[in-house]
Nanobody
Framework: QVQLVESGGGLAQAGGSLRLSCAAS??????MSWFRQAPWKAREFVAA???????LYADSVQGRFTISRDNAKNTVYLQMNSLKPEDTAVYYC?????????????????WGQGTQVTVSS
């Protein structure tokens, strides 16, 4: 059974940092990513990483967030620095078996349950 389990969300002040983790079980994935959804907004792509460690970021988080993965642990991380109130959202881990269309959420096969990130001003 495939599962993605996120952890590490919480409350941070603007300018602070948080680190999210997503542990996958049941299989390995070519692409693992983070998406987020704020209240009353559509889900949006945040960052993606390929098995070979190639990465892709949304413009809104470029330079502030870093995605990484530990293939031995089948885990992906999202280090979030210089947090802003507009980063407040539920963050979801997603995984897929190929490298195509990494920013398109509808093409991902598996999703975690989500973890809340709240940034206060």
């Amino acid at each position: 059974q495939v599962q993605l389990v996120e952890s590490g969300g919480g409350l941070a002040q603007a300018g602070g940092s948080l680190r999210l983790s997503c542990a996958a079980s049941g299989r390995t994935f070519s692409t693992m990513s983070w998406f987020r959804q704020a209240p009353w907004k559509a889900r949006e792509f945040v960052a993606a990483i390929r098995w070979s460690s190639g990465t892709l970021y949304a413009d809104s988080v470029q330079g502030r967030f870093t995605i990484s993965r530990d293939n031995a642990k089948n885990t992906v991380y999202l280090q979030m620095n210089s947090l802003k109130p507009e980063d407040t959202a539920v963050y979801y881990c997603a995984a897929k078996g190929d490298f195509s269309f990494m920013t398109t959420g509808a093409l991902y096969d598996y999703w975690g349950q989500g973890t809340q990130v709240t940034v206060s001003s």
